[in-house]
T-cell receptor, first 116, second 113 residues
Framework: GAGVSQSPSNKVTEKGKDVELRCDPISGHTALYWYRQRLGQGLEFLIYFQGNSAPDKSGLPSDRFSAERTGESVSTLTIQRTQQEDSAVYLC??????????????FGEGSRLTVL | AQSVTQLGSHVSVSEGALVLLRCNYSSSVPPYLFWYVQYPNQGLQLLLKYTTGATLVKGINGFEAEFKKSETSFHLTKPSAHMSDAAEYFCAVRGSGTYKYIFGTGTRLKVLA
């Protein structure tokens, strides 16, 4: 597609359940990022993938959070045993790291997660 | 380590007045600097960026920002605010040699009629 696509756009779950969020980046973008945006707050870095390099997981808040990406395609962010403090909008972005528009992050519209 | 500080979580200006949103960064290497805007219920979009070259950068919708290395600042300005500028603005930094982007906490701009 033309832009970064995220699904689901909204997810309501019960505390303790696992959730999986999906991000489909722009074709040809080698870098993919996940951020968390809690209500009224800024963007909190979670993880990024760049090509075939080992991902930078330094922002994952706990071992309940994990993410995978196959090659330069779709990524999934998994949150196990969800807690109420996990409620947030999870934003995915992709970037071309060479050529035109180098350095610009293209964001999806986010997945809003509500944990009851 | 990189970090970004945005002074003022909320800024109000009158329509037609100067917009000034402040951003200071810390980076151990020459940074790449960005401003993104988030309109209500929408994703973030790039306003402008500084990578190398001219320190005064012009972006979309009449916004511009100046990279001042001596002040470690990258403040965003617009000479005359428009009602449509009401949104949340985020400053971000990326150090050269890394692909990690760190965002500030955002400044919500309100434009008064």
């Amino acid at each position: 597609g033309a832009g970064v696509s995220q699904s689901p756009s909204n997810k309501v779950t019960e505390k303790g359940k696992d959730v999986e969020l999906r991000c489909d980046p722009i074709s040809g973008h080698t870098a993919l990022y996940w951020y968390r945006q809690r209500l009224g707050q800024g963007l909190e870095f979670l993880i990024y993938f760049q090509g075939n390099s080992a991902p930078d997981k330094s922002g994952l808040p706990s071992d309940r959070f994990s993410a995978e990406r196959t090659g330069e395609s779709v990524s999934t962010l998994t949150i196990q045993r969800t807690q109420q403090e996990d409620s947030a909008v999870y934003l995915c972005a992709s970037s071309r790291l060479s050529g035109a528009n180098t350095g610009e992050l293209f964001f999806g519209e986010g997945s809003r997660l509500t944990v009851l | 380590a990189q970090s970004v500080t945005q002074l003022g979580s909320h800024v109000s200006v009158s329509e037609g007045a100067l917009v000034l949103l402040r951003c200071n960064y810390s980076s151990s290497v020459p940074p790449y600097l960005f401003w993104y805007v988030q309109y209500p219920n929408q994703g973030l979009q790039l306003l402008l960026k500084y990578t190398t070259g001219a320190t005064l950068v012009k972006g979309i919708n009449g916004f511009e920002a100046e990279f001042k290395k001596s002040e470690t600042s990258f403040h965003l300005t617009k000479p005359s605010a428009h009602m449509s500028d009401a949104a949340e603005y985020f400053c971000a930094v990326r150090g050269s040699g890394t692909y990690k982007y760190i965002f500030g906490t955002g400044t919500r701009l309100k434009v008064l009629a």
